[in-house]
């Protein structure tokens, strides 16, 4: 079984920068892809971004890309969100997943965490 526990978010001005991670207990983050989504009351769960197995390779949202960089230390079983030059509109609760390929799909990704809420202020 996978647990995956999301931390790092809280309040942010708009420009500065904040950094979540994703912490798995089992010791099995390194077989999955992982993935990092997120979510506003009345919409559905949006892609973020998304890195292989062996972090080789990366995907992001045009929305983030630029700004958010998605990286794993799978020695250490984290996965980490690197924001930065946030804006308002990154206000979401953002949760990271874990599957088997790096898709852009929330229904493709069989783990995840509890979330964490993220808030852009002006």
């Known amino acids: 079984q996978v647990h995956l526990v999301d931390s790092g978010g809280g309040l942010a001005q708009v420009g500065a920068s904040l950094k979540l991670s994703c912490a798995e207990s089992?010791?099995?983050?390194?077989?999955?892809?992982m993935g990092w989504f997120r979510q506003v009351p009345g919409k559905e769960r949006e892609f973020v971004a998304a890195?292989?197995?062996?972090?080789?390779?990366?995907y992001y949202a045009d929305s983030v890309k630029g700004r958010f960089t998605i990286s794993r230390d799978d020695a250490d079983n984290t996965v980490y969100l690197q924001m930065n030059s946030l804006k308002l509109e990154d206000t979401a609760v953002y949760y990271c997943?874990?599957?088997?390929?790096?898709?852009?799909?929330?229904?493709?990704?069989?783990?995840w965490g509890q979330g964490t809420q993220v808030t852009v202020s002006s």
């Open positions: 890195i292989t197995w062996g972090g080789g390779s990366t």
């Open positions: 997943a874990a599957g088997r390929v790096p898709t852009l799909r929330s229904q493709d990704y069989e783990y």
């Open positions: 089992g010791g099995s983050l390194g077989i999955y892809a």
